[in-house]
């Protein structure tokens, strides 16, 4: 089982940056898929952004789009998502999760693999 672990959340100002990392343990990441996903609060979880097991696709929300990257080091086992240009609007808890379907997906169902979940707050 893949065991996912978030980090590098945290409280900052409208229009800074934050990196979320995503670890894995038990498995080589490598071999799958990794979304980042996102809950405000009172509001569904919704897609943000998802990589493929090499880093070659990537695959970006409209409303991230330009200023948050998916990114991946197979060599560390992480996925990564810089995060710039923070809005109030993208508060929420950000969670990576890993898909062993092959191909890139925005449905929470593909996604059997889930961490914890790490809260970034932006604030005006």
């Known amino acids: 089982q893949v065991q996912l672990v978030e980090s590098g959340g945290g409280m900052v100002q409208a229009g800074g940056s934050l990196r979320l990392s995503c670890a894995a343990s038990g498995h080589t990441l490598s071999n799958y898929r990794v979304g980042w996903f996102r809950q405000a609060p009172g509001k569904e979880r919704e897609f943000v952004a998802a990589i493929s097991g090499d880093g070659t696709f990537t695959d970006t929300v409209d409303s991230v789009k330009g200023r948050f990257i998916i990114s991946r080091d197979n060599a560390k086992n992480t996925v990564n998502l810089q995060m710039n240009s923070l809005k109030p609007e993208d508060t929420a808890v950000y969670s990576c999760?890993?898909?062993?379907?092959?191909?890139?997906?925005?449905?929470?169902?593909?996604?059997?693999?889930w961490g914890q979940g790490t809260q970034v707050t932006v604030s005006s």
């Open positions: 999760a890993a898909s062993g379907r092959p191909y890139l997906s925005r449905n929470l169902p593909d996604y059997p693999y």
